[in-house]
């Protein structure tokens, strides 16, 4: 299984927009980050997790030239927003499948109003299939994949486990029936987004003690703000499993 992170970044991205903060203003690669998501790739699929505001430049940049189907985490703008930049996709594939929470698939409907309606159809929208996900394993062609619940200060987000592989972004609170589910598993990618605490996010500290619990061989942190600091600094000081996640960074499990 391959996996691509396609964007490590939270919400406003890295450079934010306009900003003078000295990581907008590095030049290091690994500072710049698009808005979170991942292309996990087996066998001859490929799916994706979320489908955020950067997904055209970020399918582009990776050179993906299929999607088997779009897996969502929860449907913040920063997770759902490119939604519409599919359509290469469908015109060339036909319906492209979704999945997510019945809450998600409600939500994308009302944003996307045009690519859910059977009526009066605009002939240059994508059609999609949705799958509902709730909180049991499924299947993806051979593989099964066990959604892990958490929360996002108030609402409830998936993170996925794919094999030794699990993606977990957005998380505040995680319950250790949830948990037991990737204990001591193989990777293991987190969100951290800064060092002060915050509402809906862990902060760096409340990251690695969810890692500890875990126990994977390696953990990868992501959602990152720039307010978290250089990207070579902060891996400078992190324990010798858990390593920043960066933009384009492939990892092989
Ligand atoms: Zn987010």
Redesign the pocket.
């Known amino acids: 299984m391959k996996i691509t992170f396609l964007g490590t970044g939270?919400?406003q991205g890295i450079p934010v927009i306009g900003s003078n903060h000295p990581v907008c203003l590095s030049k290091n690669k690994k500072d710049k980050r698009l808005?979170?998501s991942i292309l996990v790739a087996w066998d001859d699929y490929v799916y994706v997790v979320?489908c955020?505001p950067d997904f055209r430049y970020q399918m582009l940049r990776s050179g993906c030239t299929k999607i088997d189907g779009i897996l969502f985490?929860?449907e913040?703008s920063?997770?759902i927003m490119g939604l519409d930049d599919i359509r290469p996709y469908y015109f060339k594939q036909g319906d492209i499948s979704i999945y997510a929470h019945k809450r998600v698939l409600k939500a994308l409907k009302v944003k996307f109003d045009y690519i859910f309606t059977t009526k009066n159809k605009y002939p240059g929208a994508p059609t999609v299939i949705s799958n509902r996900v709730k909180n049991k394993p499924f299947k993806l062609h051979n593989l099964e994949v066990i959604p892990v619940n958490g929360k996002?200060n108030k609402l409830q987000v998936f993170g996925f486990k794919f094999g030794d592989f699990a993606y977990l972004?957005?998380m505040k609170t995680v319950k250790d029936k949830e948990i037991e589910k990737i204990k001591n598993i193989k990777v293991l990618v987190v969100?951290a987004l800064r060092i002060e605490p915050h509402h809906s996010?862990f902060n760096l500290d409340e990251a690695l003690s969810f890692i500890k619990k875990v126990n994977p061989e390696k953990a990868y942190l992501t959602?990152i703000s720039h307010t978290l600091g250089f990207h070579d600094e902060i891996e400078k000081k992190l324990p010798k499993n858990v390593f920043l996640a960066y933009d384009e960074l492939q990892i092989t499990i």
């Open positions: 939270t919400s808005r979170v979320d955020g985490t929860h913040h920063d997770h996002h972004t957005d969100n996010h959602h």
